[in-house]
């Protein structure tokens, strides 16, 4: 399984507490729309503990509808680690002009494959994909029965103006990568009405699959679960001086620079058991960016930076 990013800062076990109904269960933290078949949907497991995929199924609503009849239904198999991702793809290894084969590329980033047509990695942008536990919808990306999707007869999909179906606005969920915004902590357990895609999803541009595996979620992680905490600066942030200061209350052993694509720009590796270092930044380009920081102790967090 692929290991998720981790935002702790400086959690507590009370707020983990707190928090543990809400980030009890899988979602979906990726949907990927790519060109032809390019298509792929990532799971987060925000649990402390493995889930076994066995019992869980992806569901296609083909244009809308209202059942996941002619849109197919792929059960899921294996294990999806905790706080960890679940990449499943398009699984189609051959094609033709009005089918290409999925890219290898992208298949070989999934934990799964889905399987033939009509499996729900067909999906073009209208289709809802809802996460089964058993018959319990526990996660659905889009709308169950909305007649603005049906009647596009396959073109377009859901927008960011209303009445939200493609008719006003840009489309969003056509040659688009969707990532679950961090403040998502659960899946959508009833059908929306409307279906307002940017209040829970960040856009990429088309064929972006350089986050998927990894995913940054506001719930609380592993080692405050066994009832410690973690707490970190990383400064001056903004920073503007080519330097950046990192401090933790645990030993360092890695610190990674992430960009808004994904891409992993900077690493340092920390040698001996020491709890502050800094690094130079004076290469990166002004924007936002991760930083990631893991510890002796195999815990991760990480922390916004603005580059000036």
């Not at 829970?200 to 986050?211: A, Q, R």
């Not at 330097?243 to 620079?257: D, M, R, W, Y």
């Not at 502050?276 to 991760?300: C, E, H, Q």
């Amino acid at each position: 399984m692929k290991k998720t990013l981790l935002f702790i800062g400086a959690l507590t076990f009370g707020a983990n507490l707190a928090q543990a109904q809400t980030c009890s269960e899988l979602f979906i933290s990726e949907y990927v729309e790519g060109t032809g078949n390019d298509k792929a949907l990532e799971l987060y497991n925000p649990t402390g503990t493995s889930i076994n995929l066995s019992g869980y199924s992806i569901q296609r609503f083909s244009n809308g509808d209202a059942t996941s009849a002619a849109g197919g239904v792929t059960n899921l198999t294996g294990t999806i680690a905790a706080h960890s991702t679940f990449v499943i793809a398009n699984g189609q290894l051959t094609g033709t002009p009005s089918s290409p084969a999925c890219s290898p590329i992208l298949q070989d980033m999934a934990d799964m494959l889905d399987a033939a047509y009509p499996a729900p990695t067909y999906m073009n942008g209208n289709d809802a994909i809802g996460l089964f536990n058993g018959t319990t919808m526990i996660d659905l990306m889009g709308r169950i029965g909305d007649a603005g999707m049906t009647s596009n007869n396959g073109n377009g999909g859901w927008g960011d103006q209303f009445p939200y179906d493609g008719t006003v606005g840009a489309w969003w969920t056509i040659d688009q990568t969707l990532t679950r915004k961090a403040s998502v902590m659960e899946g959508v357990a009833v059908n929306p009405d409307p279906f307002i895609v940017n209040i829970e999803w960040d856009s990429l541009p088309k064929d972006t699959w350089t986050g998927l595996g990894a995913h940054t979620c506001d719930c609380p992680l592993g080692l405050n679960e066994n009832g410690s905490s973690i707490s970190f600066a990383v400064y001056p942030n903004p920073n503007s001086t080519g330097i950046l200061v990192v401090s933790a209350s645990e030993e360092i052993a890695s610190i990674e620079v992430i960009n808004m694509v994904g891409q992993v720009v900077l690493t340092t590796e920390v040698a001996g058991a020491i709890k502050s270092t800094s690094i130079s930044t004076v290469d990166l380009t002004k924007g936002m960016y991760t930083v990631r920081l893991r510890f002796a102790n195999y815990s991760i967090a990480q922390s916004n930076l603005i580059i000036q």
